[in-house]
């Protein structure tokens, strides 16, 4: 496992953005797959956006609800994921986190979360 620190989560009206950063530690950005999750009250906790592999090729992928709008990106340099959240609604209001893994297993590192609220 590996340490995930977020940071970012505010309060934004509707259609305001917000940049989340998940800081981590050594090569965990560039070697490991990476991704944002969020859960809102009274639901399941959903996945939002990630990096994944492809033998040597990193490539995005996105929830539908959010394609358009969200987008991960990484600093290697710095050991940080991000995400850039746009056009935010009230359905994006939720606790954000981070999360690892090695492999195409199941995610097995988590940040501590970050709370997103979204005013109408």
């Known amino acids: 496992q590996v340490q995930l620190v977020e940071s970012g989560g505010g309060l934004v009206q509707t259609g305001g953005s917000l940049r989340l950063s998940c800081a981590t530690s050594?090569?965990?950005?560039?070697?490991?797959?990476m991704g944002w999750f969020r859960q809102a009250p009274g639901k399941e906790r959903e996945f939002v956006a990630g990096?994944?592999?492809?033998?040597?090729?990193?490539?995005?992928s996105y929830a539908d609800s959010v394609k358009g709008r969200f987008t991960i990106s990484r600093d290697n340099g710095k050991s940080t994921v991000y995400l850039q959240m746009n056009s935010l609604k009230p359905e994006d209001t939720a606790v954000y986190y981070c999360?690892?893994?090695?492999?195409?297993?199941?995610?097995?590192?988590w940040g501590q979360g970050t709370q997103v609220t979204v005013s109408s």
């Open positions: 999360a690892a893994k090695i492999g195409s297993g199941t995610y097995n590192s």
């Open positions: 050594g090569r965990t950005v560039s070697t490991y797959y």
């Open positions: 990096f994944t592999w492809s033998g040597s090729t990193n490539y995005a």
